[in-house]
């Protein structure tokens, strides 16, 4: 299977709160590229919802980003079975619209 995604991406794990339908969540941000990012969270949101995310990034630094949502993931216990629930990541695919210097550093950081 091909792989369709037009940039680099980086595993790297950050905090992140994200704010959908005026409703506050947390979760961690990996899976980095330019353009986009995977949030693990218990409360992923429906693809098409447009949401407001803090990432902390390393050394104190903080990015403010929209994004939306591309696809959210949350298995059901019933398609467990078998699988190791370690393996599941609940969570979403977040194409970013809207990015600030400091996200653009860090990806810069990563780059090297």
């Given at each position: 299977m091909a792989n369709k995604r037009q940039q680099k991406r980086f595993i790297f794990r950050c905090e992140t709160e994200f704010i959908a339908n005026g409703v506050t969540y947390r979760g961690i941000a990996?899976?980095?590229?330019?353009?986009?990012?995977?949030?693990?969270?218990?409360?992923?949101?429906?693809?098409?919802?447009?949401?407001?995310?803090?990432?902390?990034?390393p050394e104190g630094a903080i990015s403010k980003l929209t994004g939306k949502v591309k696809r959210a993931l949350k298995p059901s216990m019933g398609r467990v079975?078998?699988?190791?629930?370690?393996?599941?990541k609940h969570g979403m695919g977040i194409e970013i619209?809207?990015?600030?210097?400091?996200?653009?550093n860090f990806i810069r950081s990563l780059l090297g």
């Amino acid at each position: 299977m091909a792989n369709k995604r037009q940039q680099k991406r980086f595993i790297f794990r950050c905090e992140t709160e994200f704010i959908a339908n005026g409703v506050t969540y947390r979760g961690i941000a990996s899976d980095f590229s330019l353009n986009g990012i995977f949030v693990r969270t218990t409360h992923p949101v429906v693809p098409d919802t447009i949401i407001d995310m803090t990432v902390y990034l390393p050394e104190g630094a903080i990015s403010k980003l929209t994004g939306k949502v591309k696809r959210a993931l949350k298995p059901s216990m019933g398609r467990v079975v078998g699988t190791p629930v370690r393996a599941l990541k609940h969570g979403m695919g977040i194409e970013i619209i809207k990015k600030d210097i400091n996200y653009l550093n860090f990806i810069r950081s990563l780059l090297g």
